[in-house]
């Protein structure tokens, strides 16, 4: 599996440009469902219909969001340095000394203006972008060109580190689950390769209004509490796939929680359970759209989330995959 998340998260996809992650992944799932849709946002639909028994298939909606955080240019100095605005959750702490790229290949170099007081850290609007032009004119980049954190995916035993994790983990999961779903299942299945999510959930939210789910599941990463001095949090590294119960912008279904693990225990998955007090996912926007659905999450817990070095363990990767798929291949009765 780690040829497919090198390929996933080394391509670039900030929130708006998530095109070139849906020209990976449209290929990899064709194979495994019924028909493809791309719709006005740019979400990738993909849908595996029942062919059970089942007399009235529930419609599933799995979700996993294809794009990353990023910088937007929004200035360029007579000198050609670029002053930046942020797309999605960027933290100044994260940024000197890195680097970004462009679309077009462009790399560039984080900044920052000198700093008073070494103990204290600047605003997002002090820091700036080197890209070696000398003016406005022999700039490269234009003002709204958007770029990626650059940075290569590492295997370090079983820890896996790129710069987004943040989701194309989730990405990989879902394309790993289609390929081991069994060719018959009850459920009408939605597998939605969202866009948007790292700006507010937006992609799903226009999917799930299209599909109106009976039931949500997400696939995100979710932080963890295991490493020093960190804010108390009772996910950790290693511990499995952690099944959601409520972050600051959902509470999970009770059913589908309680079936989550069920469906854990009895396929011997190792599980542990969130409570997320920062932060939301793709869940939240399905569970309130249309008429509302049952929503939970399957979480992978990852350190330095939103940071260029996101670090997540394979086996939670791989234990995360088993439990969609026991989802997914069984009833669902909540
Ligand atoms: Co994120
Ligand atoms: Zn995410």
Do not use: W
Not at 78 to 102: W, Y
Not at 305 to 314: L, M, R, W
């Amino acid at each position: 599996m780690n040829d497919l998340i090198r390929t996933l998260v080394e391509a670039y996809g900030p929130s708006g440009s998530e095109d070139r992650v849906r020209d990976l992944i449209r290929p990899m799932v064709e194979p495994f469902v019924d028909e493809t849709i791309v719709d006005a946002m740019g979400n990738l639909i993909a849908i595996k219909r029942a062919s059970g028994k089942a007399t009235s298939p529930l419609k599933v909606m799995i979700a996993a969001h294809m794009d990353e955080i990023g910088v937007m240019v929004s200035h360029i100095t007579e000198k050609g340095f670029l002053r930046f605005t942020n797309i999605g959750g960027v933290f100044p702490h994260t940024l000197s000394g890195g680097r970004v790229r462009f679309a077009d290949g462009t790399v560039g170099v984080i900044g920052s203006d000198a700093l008073e007081d070494m103990g204290s850290i600047h605003p997002l609007n002090k820091y700036f972008i080197d890209v070696g032009a000398t003016s406005r004119e022999n700039c490269p980049v234009r003002v709204g060109d958007a770029a990626h954190f650059d940075r290569s995916f590492e295997a370090r035993g079983r820890h896996l580190t790129a710069k987004s994790m943040d989701d194309r983990i989730g990405c990989a999961i879902a394309i790993e689950a289609l390929r081991q779903l069994p060719d018959v299942t009850d459920h009408d299945l939605y597998f939605v390769f969202s866009v948007q999510e790292e700006v507010g959930t937006r992609g799903a939210e226009v999917a799930a209004n299209r599909i109106l789910p009976d039931i949500s599941i997400a696939l995100d990463v979710t932080r963890t509490g295991d490493v020093p001095e960190s804010r108390p949090m009772d996910v950790r590294l290693g511990g499995g796939p952690a099944i959601k119960v409520r972050d600051s912008g959902m509470i999970a279904h009770p059913g589908l929680v309680r079936l989550m693990r069920r469906r854990a225990e009895e396929a011997g998955i190792t599980y542990q359970l969130e409570v997320l007090e920062h932060g939301t996912t793709d869940a939240r926007s399905m569970q309130l759209a249309g008429p509302g659905s049952a929503a939970g999450c399957i979480s992978i817990p990852c350190r330095y989330i939103h940071t260029p070095s996101e670090t997540v363990d394979v086996e939670d990767v791989t234990g995360c995959v088993d439990l969609l798929v026991a989802m997914l291949s069984k009833g669902i009765e909540l």
